[in-house]
């Protein structure tokens, strides 16, 4: 993939207006009121996966809408106490799949709760109500209306994902940091941006962020699907665009408090890094990036994840 | 496409055991009693279109769930009396689209119901308790239960299109033809295996049959989706298998009794000829079969749909 | 497919200098002279494709050269008097195909001319006399000379075209509409800069338009034939380029007068948008144009003629 | 590419019916004696292409239909005597490019005339008076009658190559032999089977040969052209095979009589290795084949050539 | 990808004669030695990758040629004694990546020596004396001579990991597992076969294995570089055959005593389920397979490795 | 392809500031004296391969390290006197394949070396002492350091190749020509760097040439090898460019004084025309370009070649 995008230096400048409801904070306000209406019921079930050194529980809490989200929580066996607690989302078309794949921090020493998204991989349901037709794919579900869009359910079952971490007895509440690469990313920024009570917030090459531009820049995966929808639709932009403003990464960012680390890769054409910068540069707490100039879409891969173990342990 | 599949006289020979559950009519019956609590409470609105020489509605009648269905009705402007009425299914992935695009059997002097497929298209939406995460498309929506599957929706949608056709007063009700191509082919073999009183069915390159068999022959589109089901949830085959069986062609076709003239492309890869002759060689009623040497899934298209208005004058 | 082309407001204004040959007239009034000297001679044999609200006629009159040219001709049966009539050229590659494939017109109460594009489709020969090895296509099909070239015996044809529909009983002569797609929008655009006698002009995505352009954009289909041709001959692009402009959708538009409707795709990287525009804006008549963000080179497909249909009535 | 063809062992049995027309060497008669009606009328200009041990001739004869066909003529500067002489024939959609391509022949010692092939290239026009529309390509460029068939005038031409060779005076009249692979040993097992006065037949990995089988076998590029054609206009396959017997490979060889040398590539899946060996076991002179079972169409390619001089310096 | 190769039943009865050169183990017996003449000088240096409960060390040891080859150690923190302990070997084009990758077998309380594949991934050399020209990738790499194919070196290192790992002192020698899929398959099955002392073996989806057949079925990614080899060399298959058959893991297999416990996925295209089922069939120790019939080259994934964990368990 | 680099006048102006390292000249001049501490000891072999006009013999020479290079030497056979002499440098991957794939020159009256690319082709092999991990392909080999290079021995054999063909009794030394398209123009690009008694060179296309634009601007082939080694490897950019500045065209081509003939394609999306530009426009001595507009990376192909004789005959 050859560089497509701004320079460098520019994209270090680019801030663009953000298209913003003005709405936009009561909306969350009420969406998250009304979900807190339904108990959390967090539960933590043993599960054997063949381990011996890290303990696994099969977790469901409630999220968005009464709906029982499924996850993982895994800690070092017989810690000494409360351990600094990372709560983990995925990318696109994942899911939580198997305790095996969620041993990093554990290793390092932290507990860790990963929350399925919603209709992706193979757990937790996403009942949807609107079910209207869609283009393949999630980023058109339900997307006629900001109160059925799908991602108001899973940011909503995100932020109760905090909630359900906080309530395990081997976290640490004051020691939540929020994780996640490419629709995980999206997803911590928004966390980050409706939560006030964050340690950190780990964001790497973040989908979901600065859709006007993404849908113009992208055409096959991701961002594609909402030009395929418009393009079969033929509705009137706006009526999509102003939709998505409620939930793009950028209006996030610009409320997040907690010290960010975020990623991007020069030549990722799936998220591209204007799209990354402009959230980065209205992030309204610190923050710092790491810029990978010969790397797609797995951004700084391993590499990033150890520089985060390091940061971590700086920053807690 | 190179020819892959058995060669004709093997083709024209092939008939192979049908996997047949016990209860197969106990649940279509219970299915379609179910659904005939809901009224069915059909809906046409004319619609102007800037045609002058054919009438428009715009159809809502109740399927499945109580579900609203939408649709189209057609019908040649000022009819001498009752008409011969097709009630049309949909290829995979498409919807009603516009009245513009249904002009064929009006201009033949016939009324025609098409009938959207439900989550398909953009007008009708797949209101879905179970919500299971799935493959893209809809080949394994709600596959974990012969009472969650998406064709059980469909199917019962499509056995009520007919009574919406019968109950508009243009429409003569001994002369209703079901009709469709590809997956709309599989949903006319269905409805014609599941009532009594249709005048003829039309089944083009049919899918949803055979899926034993289909499933190990097509790699991606259409049934690779249930491959990609097996291959990512490790389940034992025979749990989805066990399921498909009530949705199967081959066992609707076994039932079926209204004539019927299929149709079969050689060079078909995503509905193969033996799947369909799977079907036609156990047809019930009386058949015949229209067999496209050189052509792939497209099959005899518009030549074919010339046949069937010719057929259809000697038949009805 | 992302944005590639310029943005919209510069589309709007683009107005590129015109490379117009100095006997551009002349040429064209010289080669339309020259076929009027053989006889139009049309004929209308009436074609049973099953249909009963719609009549058709198997189309065939003389075109360039003396050659025949098929069609077929579509009304509504019975009607009150003479129609407007609507000339319909295609898109690349495609050819008159079957009656049931033209049923909007009828339908809306027009007559209909399906002018087939020689050489492509089935049924219309293009006896070549130069037979220059080309390209695989028809765009370098004679690119030698400007007498030789494939679309001065393509644009005669359908001038003639017009001339053929008039010539039919029920055509009112006074309401003659031109319209097209694609290479069919390139046509319906020569023939409105060579005919004053049109009543509209329906220009969807135009090829053969803005050669010069369009050769430097565009890689693979259509327009890269001639890169292609360039390639492998490697002659004096200019040899080339001067025949085309005899040929250049910009400058027919430039003495176009009928009333006109344009569309445009942003992500139509066959057309790109400015070689549209750039014909658009130079159009000498009133024109109006829909731009369609979000969509490829399908454009406005079906939404696009209903649009036809309102705007008809509203200007004939 | 995997083997997809039959094994080896049975490659060396396969020795199909053949489908011949009754009237097959009449047809042929009477094709070449009214060819040669038309004089030969051969013009060898000399061409400076900078070379100083080979001379060059800018070549042209008449081929079928008083076309005139361009060729290129090279022999080694100074010759001491009349040589023998190649006459090439070119694989699908090349041309005869330029002298220094055909350098391997005059520095081996022989004169070779490389024959271009009608419409293909870039110098030979391809008067073609039917001028159906077909496939892109050559392979259905007329088919629609033995009579107009694209490669009569293709073969026919070659045979009179032969003759515009033996013109030369550098030729050697008794040691002509003919060559060509894919495209061109298609040609050359024509050539070979309607001329007796040859020397050798070097016959690579040949097209054009047992059109039943290929067709069915080979989807995309060469014989696919033909699915298309039947896939497109459904007609009876007899009627489009019926005009390919006169044409296929299989015929010729069955009545050629110098000595051959075929190649064969087991992965060759533009030209099966069952249609090779098909001809080959039909051919009625001596004969002999080189197998390489790990490539494809490419064969022998340069070791080919190479075990082609040794084989001829035996063979003359 | 649609099943390809033998029913499964005829899969499970597929136990191919066998080509074993007649001095297969005096050749690995002299090659063994002459690497044991070169001190193993096995080196452990701690690695500070930000992990608490893990320990790390960054391995060197000399393997073929007296080359140093890179892996990683990791184990359980504080261990309560001696632990199994698994040498894992990598797939093709891999590396040993980061410590982090590797987790899963210290999380179940087992230690992991991770070697890297020479001149693979981005830390260990493969210095090559003969230097051969070869196709992109390993296949071909010194394929000129049994004595400098680049296997011999692979192996030897693999055999001599299993040396390295029972140096360690956390490791105990009496439980060494060696395990691999892909290209580690085939390591695992050769090291197997080359070592008595080994407590079990996990193959999954064996690379490196039936060459003979695996060729023939296999056209682009990975054995498609043997046969991408014999086409551009052209020598005799056998030179290149029968070097192969010194490193066939069919042969390897029949030699091999530790319990094993394989994987095959049916739909695997890159190891077709044939060549696995060879090695299967002849392995001499006892063993048992796991069959996906729904998966590709993934095989059985962590669902695999979690039957591993549980496996080892009950076998050692 | 479109085009995609700067417009035409702006490439004609381009001119980069270099990034030659301080000590390049001081680099090269140690890695050829100590290159010259082995004797060159040239062997020529007369090889038959059929031809009578053309001698030929198998070179081998002495290149960097100490390694036997191959080639072959072509001649006119019984010539005049000394003859001017190409030495001609291969394009990527490819080889030096046979004799009679270079007999252009000969039958030019020119005698021709043409120079294997160690490691690629066939027969000559490039032994690597450090054997760092690569990505496939040759750009990234010993990519660590400007000494371990891959290129720094290939063009030191290059170097050297030019004394093996002046050693040959038919070459003119005072006419010697460098000649290569591709990888074998940026090597022709090296050695008129490196040498002062060069007659002309002839650059086509050249590879290996301001390698820091090149790698942000091709994706896949070639460059994108360097892109891809430094996404996996994620060490300090500078690291890699800094090596690859001892190795680029634009520094040898400022050192150049021997009268050289470029050519440029501007659709060349392999080696993109302002890479070639750049190096053209700082070349030192007399140059002259020939650019291409509508060609990609075939460039001016054939016909460059033949423009190549002519100006050959009018420059020595």
Same mark, same amino acid.
């Given at each position: 993939?050859?560089?497509?995008?701004?320079?460098?230096?520019?994209?270090?400048?680019?801030?663009?207006?953000?298209?913003?409801?003005?709405?936009? !904070?009561?909306?969350?306000?009420?969406?998250? %009121?009304?979900?807190?209406?339904?108990?959390?019921?967090?539960?933590?079930?043993?599960?054997?996966?063949?381990?011996?050194?890290?303990?696994?529980? !099969? +977790?469901?809490?409630?999220?968005?809408?009464?709906?029982?989200?499924?996850?993982?929580?895994?800690?070092?066996?017989?810690?000494?106490?409360?351990?600094?607690?990372? +709560?983990?989302?995925? @990318?696109?078309? @994942?899911?939580?799949?198997?305790?095996?794949?969620?041993?990093?921090?554990?290793?390092?020493? /932290? #507990?860790?709760?990963?929350?399925?998204?919603? @209709?992706?991989?193979?757990?937790?349901?996403?009942?949807?109500?609107? %079910?209207?037709?869609?283009?393949?794919?999630?980023?058109?579900? @339900?997307?006629?209306?900001?109160?059925?869009?799908? /991602?108001?359910?899973?940011?909503?079952?995100?932020?109760?994902?905090?909630?359900?971490?906080?309530?395990?007895?081997?976290?640490?509440?004051?020691?939540?940091?929020?994780?996640?690469?490419?629709?995980?990313?999206?997803?911590?920024?928004?966390?980050?941006?409706?939560?006030? !009570?964050?340690?950190?917030?780990?964001?790497?090459?973040?989908?979901?962020?600065?859709?006007?531009? #993404?849908?113009?820049?992208?055409?096959?995966?991701?961002?594609?699907?909402?030009?395929?929808?418009?393009?079969?639709?033929?509705?009137?932009?706006?009526?999509?665009?102003?939709?998505?403003?409620?939930? !793009?990464?950028?209006?996030?960012?610009?409320? %997040?408090?907690?010290?960010?680390? /975020?990623?991007? %890769?020069?030549?990722?054409?799936?998220?591209?890094?204007?799209?990354?910068?402009?959230?980065?540069?209205?992030?309204?707490?610190?923050?710092?990036?790491? +810029?990978?100039?010969?790397?797609?879409?797995?951004?700084?891969?391993?590499?990033?994840?150890?520089?985060?173990?390091?940061?971590?342990?700086?920053?807690?």
């Amino acid at each position: 993939m050859p560089l497509f995008d701004k320079p460098l230096p520019d994209l270090r400048e680019y801030r663009p207006e953000r298209h913003e409801p003005a709405d936009f !904070d009561r909306f969350w306000q009420e969406t998250l %009121a009304k979900a807190s209406t339904d108990p959390l019921d967090p539960s933590f079930v043993p599960y054997d996966s063949g381990l011996s050194t890290v303990d696994v529980w !099969d +977790v469901r809490f409630t999220g968005f809408g009464g709906h029982r989200i499924a996850g993982w929580f895994l800690a070092p066996r017989d810690p000494a106490g409360p351990l600094p607690t990372v +709560v983990h989302f995925l @990318g696109y078309q @994942g899911g939580r799949n198997w305790p095996i794949d969620w041993l990093v921090y554990p290793a390092a020493g /932290y #507990a860790v709760l990963v929350m399925d998204t919603r @209709g992706q991989g193979t757990e937790t349901a996403d009942p949807d109500p609107g %079910a209207n037709p869609q283009v393949p794919g999630f980023l058109t579900r @339900g997307l006629v209306d900001r109160d059925t869009y799908y /991602y108001r359910r899973v940011f909503t079952d995100a932020v109760r994902a905090v909630d359900a971490a906080r309530s395990h007895p081997i976290a640490d509440p004051a020691r939540i940091v929020v994780a996640g690469g490419s629709q995980g990313g999206g997803i911590t920024q928004a966390v980050a941006g409706l939560r006030t !009570d964050l340690a950190a917030a780990l964001i790497d090459v973040p989908f979901l962020t600065h859709f006007r531009r #993404a849908v113009e820049m992208v055409g096959e995966t991701g961002y594609g699907e909402i030009a395929g929808y418009l393009a079969r639709r033929r509705v009137p932009p706006e009526e999509v665009f102003g939709v998505l403003d409620y939930f !793009d990464g950028v209006n996030f960012a610009a409320r %997040a408090t907690a010290p960010a680390r /975020y990623s991007v %890769a020069l030549m990722d054409a799936v998220c591209p890094p204007s799209t990354v910068f402009a959230a980065y540069n209205h992030y309204l707490g610190p923050a710092e990036i790491d +810029v990978w100039p010969f790397n797609g879409h797995e951004g700084g891969a391993q590499v990033q994840r150890m520089r985060h173990l390091r940061w971590l342990a700086d920053t807690l």
